[in-house]
């Protein structure tokens, strides 16, 4: 191939890639509220990222999507961090994605906007997992839906006892589109990931404990971000610079094939794209 093709080529990729961005982009911005929220701790090297619309449970509006990326952005570029906890504002996680923006989207069956909502989101989720930070999933109250998605883009999870975890997309007519369903095999294995995806039941934070989805549990008498805190602490020991290579060493051992994943992530978004507006999500979403 010549050398003009390959730069004609690589622009037309580049053009789609642009073009793609900027629908994502304006699909997000349509579906405002809520916010995503980003302290940093110099001294201890330990951030906090809370996700805030306790209206709704802290579900992810269109434009916390784009708050969610924002934040992570400002990570992967934070060069003395180690670690971060990621949290729900008030006594709950996240209740996945904002029912009146799913509801748009499935009124749109005929459009791809489901499909350029959950490529956005999968690879915000990505960026998560492969932060070169140590990573804890704070989980209180609930975590259901792209919520308990969310919770698997971490490292670690430190769950209440009484914590209600659930990937409820089969309840809603729709599969995991937010990379869940992929993480999920790899944290419990085929059999007791579909299991859960299946049947869409709840657990409690002790039953994630013994299924391997939750690594910590605190209860009533202890305060949810010390325990936390005190968890993750015994993962910071050393300097920033060994920390992030051990993250990177455990991300790449983890990837022995990375265009699996990409394929595996792409697969869940066409199937998430046609079950979005069809029949049984349809039905769901009326029943509220």
Known sequence: MGLQMQRSLSHVSFSICSDLRRRQIDLLRKHRGGSVDLEVNEKTGIALMTLN????????????????EERIEELEKW???????????????????????????????????PSLMSSFMQNATTR???????????VEGFAVGGGAELM???????????????????????????GGSVRLVHLLGRSKALQLLTSARVISGIDAQKIGLAD??????????????????KYLKFPSEVIKAMKRVAV??????SKSVEHLNAKETDIFQNLCGGPANLAALNRK
Request: net charge negative; with cysteine; charged share 20%.
């Open 53 to 68: 619309n306790p209206k709704k449970k802290n579900a992810i509006t269109g434009s916390m999507h784009l708050e969610f």
């Open 79 to 113: 060069e003395t961090g180690k670690g971060l906890i990621v949290k729900g504002c008030g006594n709950t996680f996240c209740s996945g994605g904002d029912l009146n923006f799913v509801r748009a989207l499935a009124k749109e069956k005929d459009s791809d906007n």
């Open 128 to 138: 998560l997992s492969n932060l070169p930070l140590i990573t804890v999933a704070l």
């Open 152 to 178: 698997t883009c971490c490292d670690f999870r430190v769950v209440h006892s009484s914590a209600r975890i659930g990937f409820l997309e089969a309840q809603m007519g729709l599969s995991t589109g937010w």
């Open 216 to 233: 910590e549990i605190f209860g009533e008498s202890d305060d949810p971000l010390e325990a936390t805190t005190s968890f993750l602490t």
């Open 252 to 257: 790449n051992a983890s990837k022995s094939d």
